[in-house]
């Protein structure tokens, strides 16, 4: 028979944006910095564009009553439509989002469960009794850090639209979305060191058995 065990992790608590405390009251709160925001936004819209991207459709825009006049043909690949479609709902793709207490820099965001909970989920796997102070229900519901990225991630986006869509017609596989918003635009004259930080030991290549993306 184990013994439960009570564990006291205070830093835990700024996780649940629904635990009953305002943010602003929670010890430890570290809310993404306009960096990681941008380099969150962009990587998550070029890697919706490449999932809208895989296709060779053609539309069809104009209309005629005759029917004499030919519509207008256009690649979905190029079109307004495609941009529109993968903006959609594009932050609530953050709710996805947990923050890696383990990390400092802004790899600190990433999906996946973090390594303090994969432990903690252990333990309770186990039959350990954990206490946080919380249901265990809400273990897994976004932190107050991941809920106030989908916001910051809304203005950012709605600040910046006419660059976004600057960067799809004119730029968009010559130059990095992160480059091209983040460090020349949204960032211009401020630090962006963010936006090249990634997990130590990860040289960049695509690991194919591997789901997660990490930042």
């Known amino acids: ?6 564990l006291i992790f205070t830093f835990l608590l700024i996780h649940f944006a629904n635990a009953g405390v305002s943010p602003e009251e929670e010890q430890g ?7 990681e925001v941008c380099k969150i936004l962009a990587v998550e819209l070029e890697t919706r564009l490449e999932e809208t991207g895989k296709t060779s459709d053609v539309i069809e825009t104009g209309y005629s009553v005759d029917d004499v006049k030919p519509k207008k043909k256009k690649a979905y690949k190029k079109s307004e439509l495609r941009l529109v479609e993968s903006l959609e709902g594009i932050c609530n793709r953050i709710l996805e ?3 890696h207490k383990e990390r400092e820099d802004s790899t600190r965001f990433a999906k996946g469960m973090s390594q303090t909970f994969q432990t903690l989920h252990g333990l309770v796997d186990k039959g350990v009794k954990v206490e946080l102070g919380i249901p265990y229900e809400l273990w897994d ?11 910051q991630c809304e203005t950012l986006l709605e600040e910046n639209e006419a660059d976004i869509e600057d960067w799809y017609f004119n730029y ?9 918003l983040c460090r020349d635009r949204v960032l211009k004259n401020e630090n962006h060191d ?22």
């Open 194 to 215: 963010c936006l090249n930080e990634q997990l130590k030991g990860d040289t960049g290549a695509k690991k194919p058995s591997k789901a997660k993306t990490e930042l």
């Open 29 to 35: 709160v570290k809310y993404a910095n306009k960096c």
């Open 1 to 6: 028979m184990l013994v439960p065990i009570k």
């Open 141 to 151: 519901s976004p932190s107050a850090e991941v809920t106030k990225l989908k916001t």
């Open 97 to 99: 989002y947990n923050v």
């Open 172 to 180: 968009q596989g010559k130059e990095k979305l992160k480059t091209f």
